[in-house]
């Protein structure tokens, strides 16, 4: 079964700090991975978009990595803000169809 | 104009009653989607269309329908609400290879 997890489920830092969040998945057949940000109530935004050959991709103080080999993801916030509270959703791409395996996010809360 | 408008935002309606929640884009993407956001959970699909003459069930299409009347424009109707419909609707539209996503701001329903 197409599964996308992710971890933690919600986490707690400091304003300036640096956190790093994973995505574990088991699609097949792989066809690219996507880390959203989402607003309490908005809809979700593109951060990165990765394809099976990238291993890393910056936007910003956010970069992603991607094993393919192990099947995971983790998104990197360098020197966190206030605006970067919101969830961070993982979502991968299957088949030919590119049917969409969503996960069910990571809630970052960000304190002065 | 946003690239994906959803209307209405919000809305609060009684059991039994029919409900239309209403989508246009003007990406010019051929794929739309509904998806549902409950609390905790990841975005869960409820219908997906590839183009106007082509429709299909996501995952928890029950309770629900929809009409794609132009490649613009895809429309999500609930025949007789209930309130475990109470949810955040999210109505995306997303480019072939998936290197494009766009989701609307959300419709914010609740079932009383």
């Known amino acids: 079964k197409n599964q996308v997890e992710q971890s933690p489920q919600s986490l707690i830092i400091l304003e300036g700090k640096n956190c790093t969040l994973q995505c574990n998945y088991t699609v097949s057949p792989f066809s690219n991975l996507r880390w959203y940000k989402q607003d309490t109530g908005r809809g979700p935004v593109s951060l990165t978009i990765?394809?099976?050959s990238e291993n890393t991709k910056s936007n910003g103080r956010y970069t992603a990595t991607l094993d393919a080999d192990t099947k995971q993801s983790s998104l990197h916030i360098t020197a966190s803000q206030l605006s970067d509270s919101a969830s961070y959703i993982c979502v991968v791409s299957a088949g030919s169809n590119y049917q969409l395996i969503w996960g069910a996010g990571t809630k970052l809360i960000i304190k002065p | 104009d946003a690239d994906v408008t959803q209307t209405p935002r919000n809305r609060i309606t009684k059991t039994g009653k029919r409900i239309m929640l209403e989508c246009s884009q003007t990406k010019g993407h051929d794929r739309m989607y509904w998806y549902r956001q409950d609390p905790g959970l990841g975005l869960r699909l409820i219908y997906y269309?590839?183009?106007?003459?082509?429709?299909n069930k996501g995952e928890i299409s029950d309770g629900y329908s929809v009409s794609r009347q132009a490649q613009a424009k895809f429309s999500l109707s609930l025949e007789s609400a209930i309130p475990n419909q109470t949810a955040l609707y999210f109505c995306?539209?997303?480019?072939?290879?998936?290197?494009?996503?766009?989701f609307g701001q959300g419709t914010r329903l609740t079932v009383v």
């Open positions: 990765m394809t099976f």
């Open positions: 995306a539209t997303i480019n072939q290879g998936f290197t494009e996503a766009f």
């Open positions: 269309s590839f183009d106007v003459k082509d429709i």
